[in-house]
């Protein structure tokens, strides 16, 4: 049985170039016929890739036309046919975002990245964090705070001086964004199933977002996230591709 590819690029030059060489040497099909997408970019692109096809949940294999690429094999033109036979396959979930604004008006999202609080206004939210119903943290004044999938811990989570954390390890990244009190607490590692609930104090005068990937609301009182474990996505390795090295390399960068 033959695979059936489809290819998606990111709008860069060197993604599209890597499209056009890609699609004039192996039999290509529409999305929606696909067995497997191929998506050339950066690690943005393969998160909004994995959201465009998150309800077929066909697997995605990237390959890296951006920057930095955790999230990408290498990108090389030949032998594809065979990496993508021999690829191992990561399954992620995402999280499940629960707002509750000012109003009183409920909404959700989902955030294969993460989920970020940030303030509105140029007055520091103040936002108390509950893990499973305890309150962990009564107040923490700051711009903002964020919970980071595995798959996400790359993106704002890593420039908030966040931890990274291997696709599969079983956790989320807790994560503080400029905090002013406590000043020191760094954020905390937390089990993949916790129900995490973050409550604005004061929410009519310190006026707070919440952003799960794509998706903003604002003025929030209370949001509430947890791992949705009925959605599952695939992302697809090379058995070369080390995960673990890049990790340890960026962790001991100046």
């Not at 140029?122 to 305890?134: P, S, T």
């Not at 980071?148 to 420039?159: H, R």
């Not at 964004?177 to 089990?191: D, E, H, M, V, Y």
């Not at 995490?196 to 005068?205: E, H």
């Amino acid at each position: 049985m033959t695979l059936k590819i489809a290819f998606t690029a990111a709008r860069q030059t060197e993604a599209q170039k890597a499209l056009k060489k890609l699609k004039a040497r192996y039999a290509h099909v529409a999305a929606a016929k696909a067995d497997v997408v191929v998506a050339l970019g950066g690690d943005g692109f393969m998160l909004r890739t994995l959201h465009q096809h998150r309800k077929r949940g066909v697997p995605i294999y990237g390959m890296n036309r951006g920057t930095v690429g955790f999230l990408m094999n290498n990108y090389l033109e030949g032998g594809l046919l065979k990496r993508i036979e021999i690829a191992e396959a990561i399954k992620v979930h995402p999280l499940k975002m629960t707002t509750t604004d000012t109003d009183g008006r409920k909404a959700t999202a989902l955030a294969i990245n993460e989920v970020s609080l940030l303030r509105q206004t140029r007055l520091a939210a103040n936002i108390r964090i509950r893990i499973d119903g305890v309150v962990r943290m009564g107040k923490m004044i700051c711009d903002g705070v964020l919970l980071a999938t595995p798959a996400g811990s790359t993106a704002y989570n890593l420039s908030a001086h966040g931890p990274i954390i291997p696709l599969g390890a079983g956790v989320l990244a807790l994560t503080p964004i400029s905090a002013f009190r406590p000043r020191q607490w760094k954020g905390a590692l937390l089990p993949h199933d916790a129900v995490v609930t973050f409550d604005v104090i004061d929410p009519q005068v310190r006026k707070v977002s919440a952003v799960a990937d794509h998706t903003e609301i604002r003025r929030v009182k209370k949001v509430v996230v947890r791992e949705d474990r009925s959605q599952s996505l695939t992302m697809l390795f090379d058995p070369e591709h080390n995960f673990e090295e890049r990790i340890l390399n960026e962790q001991f960068k100046d």
